[in-house]
């Protein structure tokens, strides 16, 4: 079985970086989308990759940017990928030299088969919970026993992941990749995320939920 690999999305510290990448993460996640609570400004990404160690895969996420948009966070921060969560078209995403990822909100009439045609020059497919107006970072979960095992393309989780169900949802759905942002974040007194706070016990625990798949 092969190592999922594991992204953690939301970042606006550099010590939260430290602590998903010293856990074992093999990405970190950059909001560039000003409505999100985990939003953050290409100077403020550009001052955590600076820090970031080599083989961390760095990524920004999108929602409907237009192409001034995302080129003004190209010029400030280096990059390795793209992540688009709006109505993007395939051409658009492309068009930045990138490679790049696609969500899809799992509404439901979505056909992930089809979406994995139209979307083949994307790394892979991101499938998210579908929340009527968030276009992310919902914390809600969707049924898992929607995805195709066939698919063509990389999937990559998300949803309403966290410590406590990590290890039921890959051994379900098994697949390539887990992206978390709100389920490992410190909690305010009504048990809401506090959006962009990170906690490292729950990074901890939710990394070592996910291997421990693989080691079963």
């Known amino acids: ?51 970031t160690p080599a083989f961390v895969t760095t990524v920004g996420l999108f929602v ?24 993007e078209t395939p051409e658009f995403c492309a068009a930045f030299k990138r490679p790049f990822i696609k969500a899809i909100r799992m509404r439901d009439d ?20 579908y929340v009527s107006g968030v276009p992310g970072g919902t914390g809600t979960q969707f049924d898992w026993r929607r995805i195709p095992k066939d698919l063509p393309l990389p999937i990559i989780l998300a949803g309403g992941l966290d410590p406590e169900n990590i290890a039921t949802a890959i051994s379900q759905t098994r697949p390539w990749a887990v992206d978390v942002s709100g389920g490992v974040e410190e909690k305010n007194a009504d048990g809401k995320a506090r959006g962009g706070i990170k906690s490292a016990a729950a990074i901890k625990n939710f990394i070592q939920g996910v291997e421990s798949v693989r080691a079963s």
């Open 110 to 129: 979505v056909d992930l088969q089809n979406e994995a045609t139209r979307w083949s020059a994307s790394r892979g497919l991101l499938v998210d919970a």
């Open 1 to 51: 079985m092969h190592r999922t690999r594991i992204k953690i999305c939301g970042i606006t510290r550099t010590d939260d970086m430290r602590v998903a990448v010293e856990s074992g993460a093999d990405a970190i996640g950059f909001v560039f989308y000003p409505p999100s609570p985990r939003a953050v400004s290409a100077s403020q990404a550009a001052e955590i990759v600076s820090a």
């Open 64 to 87: 409907n940017p237009s192409a001034d948009e995302v080129e003004q966070v190209l010029n400030t921060v280096s990059l390795d990928m793209l992540q688009f969560h709006g109505d």
